[in-house]
């Protein structure tokens, strides 16, 4: 089993609409969860971290957190095709655990 | 969010020779900075985690003679590619990790631009 499961893509979103990305993990004890998003060619970008149980909102991005079910979730409303990219879930346990990515298309 | 910046951002060197990448934290100290290498289509690769002050610590299967990874200050580490030969030519990405702050963005990392190597 992966330590970081993400949906398998590619998710693609008509303009406008929100997307929704998901992602499990298998540590218990990983206090830190972060959301990147990498343009094809570039590096990864920080978008959200989230470290409680709960949501987390930042512009048209919310992370949201389940501990209990090991679950922590995107969502980005109004999506626009510049949110085109791969998005990355990790969790920290000495050094960032990264998920394989969910790629993202949003078409106008 | 923090800046951290990389130097040069492209080189292309030939077989055999050194090549030595900066990653410098802009507006931040950096006791922790990471390495990392991409190949195309695939998922970041965690080389090595770097220490002000201290040795590297390399993930297994990296060359530590080969990616040679020095520290010497809170806002720079630098990578250098011994003898490169075309295999390594790859993505590399550097990170740094914030330690300080408010409780909202304790540990985050911050990636650089990265620098693309192409070894002839």
Request: with cysteine.
């Amino acid at each position: 089993q992966k330590e970081v499961e993400q949906n398998s893509g590619p998710l693609s979103v008509p303009e406008g609409a929100i997307a929704s990305l998901n992602c499990t993990y298998s540590d218990r004890v990983s206090q830190s969860f972060f959301w990147y998003r990498q343009y094809s060619g570039k590096s990864p970008e920080l978008i959200m971290s989230i470290y409680s149980n709960g949501d987390k909102e930042d512009g048209r991005f919310t992370a949201q957190l389940n501990k209990a079910s090991q679950y922590v979730s995107l969502l980005i409303r109004d999506s626009q095709p510049s949110d085109s990219a791969t998005y990355l879930c990790a969790f920290l346990r000495g050094k960032l655990i990264f998920g394989q990515g969910t790629e993202l298309s949003v078409k106008p | 969010g923090a800046v951290v910046s990389q130097h040069p951002s492209r080189v292309i060197c030939k077989s055999g020779t050194s090549v030595k990448i900066e990653c410098r934290s802009l507006d931040f100290q950096a006791t922790t900075m990471f390495w990392y290498r991409q190949f195309p289509k695939q998922s970041l690769m965690l080389m090595a985690t770097s220490n002000e002050g201290s040795k590297a610590t390399y993930e297994q299967g990296v060359e530590k003679d080969k990616f040679l990874i020095n520290h010497a200050s809170l806002t720079l580490s630098t990578l250098t590619v011994t003898s490169a030969h075309p295999e390594d030519s790859s993505f590399y990405i550097c990170s740094a990790r914030w330690t300080g702050g408010v409780e909202s963005s304790y540990n985050e990392q911050f990636f650089g631009p990265g620098t693309r190597l192409t070894v002839l």
